[in-house]
């Protein structure tokens, strides 16, 4: 299996730190690490340093197929328990030197692709509740379920971690069907719960947003920034890249309009657009590859209807979807969620 040597490639990759509990959780099931993942396909020095830079594909296949041996199906969120912010490598240092959360969540956000450059971190706000959500930025094909869990459990344990043991979740959200038995979940978060949700993610009181962190230490802060600046300046990907995470992060927060994607960015609309177009693309071919990104994640790991996906991605109505996500797909929505049944 070839390995990365980067942190940073336009194939989509993960560091292998926050599964680097797999070996421990195969043994907690009754299986023999070594063997199970040489029968897998697997060897187990892929967990030897945690800096090792895999495919998201082989992380997806991994997850999926320890579930499916160790016939344990929340597999994912035990993998998730063992992660802590220091698992996201840099980016998870630079949060713990924060001044406060959502400086710690906002430097997640903005330094997530140098851990894992297949999907994005984003936070909402709205009036006394904050959410911190999680999305591939593109469909798995495989264990998308394993993945969100673990994902959802690792956000978790890093806010619970960042904000100390009196921090509590408002609510756990999945976007996958509820499971046989949620006890492992319930025990866990001691939250409650929603599954076959349109976002997977941890909401939270906003006040814990202003809450200082601990330990921080700005010096550190600021020679990890140095550090930072130099990874992306010697791995940068193209603005198109970056523009494509900012926008899937910003369908899902309804933030779609140009002022919002130039915002993030610093930069006059005028001045996102030409860099897009220099970069090959433009604002609305991004928003529709995202949106048909996401209508695709939902039709194959949700229930939910058409015309809740067609809500969701705020079209006007599920005719405008079918639309399209046909030009996208070349199959109308109920067309492509009947051929990924078997999959499901």
């Known amino acids: 299996m070839a390995l990365m040597n980067h942190p940073i ?6 560091r292998i730190a926050p599964t680097g509990s797999i070996p421990s959780v195969l043994e907690q099931l009754g299986l ?3 063997e199970t ?4 396909g697997f060897d187990i020095q892929l967990f030897t340093n945690p800096d090792i830079i895999i495919p998201n594909a082989t992380r997806n296949r991994l997850l999926e197929l320890c579930a499916q041996k160790s016939g344990c199906r929340h597999f994912g969120h035990l993998v998730g328990r063992n992660v802590s912010p220091s698992s996201f490598g840099i980016a998870g240092l630079f949060m713990q030197q924060a001044p406060d959360i959502a400086s710690a969540i906002k430097g997640w956000i903005r330094y997530q692709h140098l851990h894992a450059n297949g999907a994005v971190v984003y936070l909402e706000e709205k009036s006394d509740t904050a959410f911190i959500g999680y999305s591939i ?6 264990a998308s379920e394993q993945v969100t869990d673990a994902a959802v459990t690792a956000m978790f344990n890093a806010l619970r971690k960042l904000c100390g043991v009196k921090w509590q979740a408002t609510e756990i959200q999945f976007t996958h069907p509820k499971p046989t038995s949620t006890r492992p979940f319930v025990h866990y978060f001691k939250a409650p719960l929603r599954f076959n949700s349109e976002k997977a993610g941890v909401l939270f009181p906003a006040d814990w947003l202003t809450q200082p962190i601990l330990g921080a230490d700005p010096q550190l802060q600021q020679l990890l920034q140095k550090q930072i600046d130099l990874i992306e300046y010697q791995y940068h990907d193209n603005f198109a890249e970056q523009a494509r995470r900012v926008v899937h992060s910003a369908v899902l927060m309804h933030r779609t309009k140009a002022g919002d994607i130039a915002n993030f960015f610093s930069l006059h609309e005028r001045t996102l657009n030409r860099r897009l177009r220099d970069s090959g693309t433009c604002l609305r071919e991004l928003l529709d590859e995202c949106r048909a990104d996401i209508a695709q994640q939902l039709l194959r790991n949700t229930s939910l209807t058409v015309n809740e996906v067609a809500e969701t991605l705020d079209y006007s109505d599920a005719s405008a979807f079918a639309r399209a996500f046909r030009r996208q797909t070349g199959m109308a929505p109920s067309a492509w969620r009947s051929s990924m049944a078997p999959h499901r």
């Open 9 to 14: 490639s336009h194939v989509e990759t993960v």
């Open 137 to 142: 930025t593109h469909p798995a094909e495989e």
């Open 32 to 34: 023999e690490p070594q």
């Open 37 to 40: 993942l040489a029968e897998l």
